[in-house]
């Protein structure tokens, strides 16, 4: 049922893009200010209720709304179906990633490094060449892969029902919009920490098992403490082993990324995927063969 619901999420994701922007992270980033507003007064244990509260009141109706369903297969079916949806994402970084390539194979730098600006939120260096922003986008991608699907489905599969990617979700969220609320915000951080520890960790070993794997368990082992965020310095330091390219701060190994490395990104990415399809088609079938 999960393999299902999780096929029907994808499929719908690519037909019918979801506004993420507008239904997902406004909605929990406006639930996230109230809180903050009214529970913050400088200290740790306000931002613990305040973390437990944000996460604990979205998450407690859809545990007995599932409870519920499980009586009637095809509604928890659809129910999955729809937080898969809404937590999921190809969109939220396919559509930015096809044009930075485009602009870059029609040797538009200038397109290229104004829509990588905008993906990524930051100003970039006017004077980025075209192989830097290739390399950039690599990383973003890899990142935005790794948070917008595989962590999704990681926890979807470890957690009963749609409980686990709702919760890695709003846990995301939550730690971006404290990020710069002091000792308020760092419980949020720590639990968003701890929820990405294992998935970082499963989306570079996919990564390792679709790509060149000997490579990419290198670069994890070697080089993911030379990025700020160790978690996704394993992430990219992988996936750039696998695919036997050069990024930034020398992660990887091989030839520095251009435009053609970015297409061979996107076949790790839809690679890794279909072998997470895989191990839920193997896990279904134990359980049928039980």
Same mark, same amino acid.
């Given at each position: 049922m999960s393999l299902f619901a999780l096929i029907l999420a994808l499929l719908l994701e690519q037909r019918f893009p979801l506004p993420y922007a507008h239904w997902v992270a406004r909605p929990v980033s406006i639930w996230a200010e109230w809180l903050e507003r009214y529970l913050n007064a400088g200290s740790y244990q306000q931002g613990i209720a305040a973390a437990l509260l944000a996460t604990l009141l979205p998450l407690a109706p859809l545990i007995? #709304?599932?409870? !519920?369903? &499980?009586?009637?297969?095809?509604?928890? %079916?659809?129910?999955?179906? !729809?937080?898969?949806? &809404?937590?999921?994402?190809?969109?939220?970084? =396919?559509?930015?990633?096809?044009?930075?390539?485009?602009?870059?194979? *029609?040797?538009?730098?200038?397109?290229?490094?104004? &829509?990588? =600006?905008?993906?990524?939120?930051?100003? +970039? @260096?006017?004077?980025? /060449?075209?192989?830097?922003?290739?390399?950039?986008?690599?990383?973003?991608?890899? #990142?935005?892969?790794?948070?917008?699907? $595989?962590? #999704?489905?990681?926890? $979807? #599969? *470890?957690? @009963?029902? @749609? +409980?686990?990617?709702? &919760?890695?979700?709003? =846990?995301?969220?939550?730690?971006?919009?404290?990020?710069?609320?002091?000792?308020?915000?760092?419980?949020?951080?720590?639990? %968003?920490?701890?929820? /990405?520890?294992? @998935?970082?960790r499963a989306t570079a070993a996919a990564f390792a098992i679709v790509g060149n794997f000997e490579d990419a368990v290198f670069c994890w082992r070697n080089q993911a403490a030379r990025w700020y965020n160790r978690g996704l310095g394993i992430v990219i330091a992988s996936g750039a082993g696998a695919l036997g390219i050069r990024l930034k701060n020398d992660l990887g190994t091989g030839e520095a990324a251009d435009v053609d490395s970015m297409q061979s990104a996107v076949g790790l990415v839809w690679r890794a995927v279909m072998l997470w399809c895989l191990l839920l088609i193997l896990r279904w079938l134990a359980g049928m063969a039980s």
């Open positions: 007995l #709304v599932y409870i !519920l369903c &499980l009586e009637q297969p095809v509604l928890a %079916f659809a129910l999955n179906a !729809l937080i898969l949806y &809404l937590t999921l994402g190809f969109r939220q970084f =396919s559509h930015f990633y096809t044009d930075i390539q485009m602009a870059l194979r *029609l040797d538009d730098t200038e397109r290229a490094r104004a &829509l990588l =600006s905008e993906w990524r939120n930051e100003d +970039l @260096p006017a004077n980025l /060449e075209a192989d830097e922003i290739a390399q950039l986008a690599i990383e973003t991608a890899l #990142v935005a892969s790794h948070r917008h699907v $595989f962590a #999704v489905i990681f926890w $979807f #599969v *470890l957690l @009963p029902g @749609p +409980l686990g990617a709702l &919760l890695y979700r709003i =846990s995301h969220l939550l730690a971006d919009s404290w990020r710069e609320q002091g000792d308020f915000g760092r419980f949020a951080a720590d639990m %968003f920490y701890w929820l /990405e520890w294992l @998935p970082t």
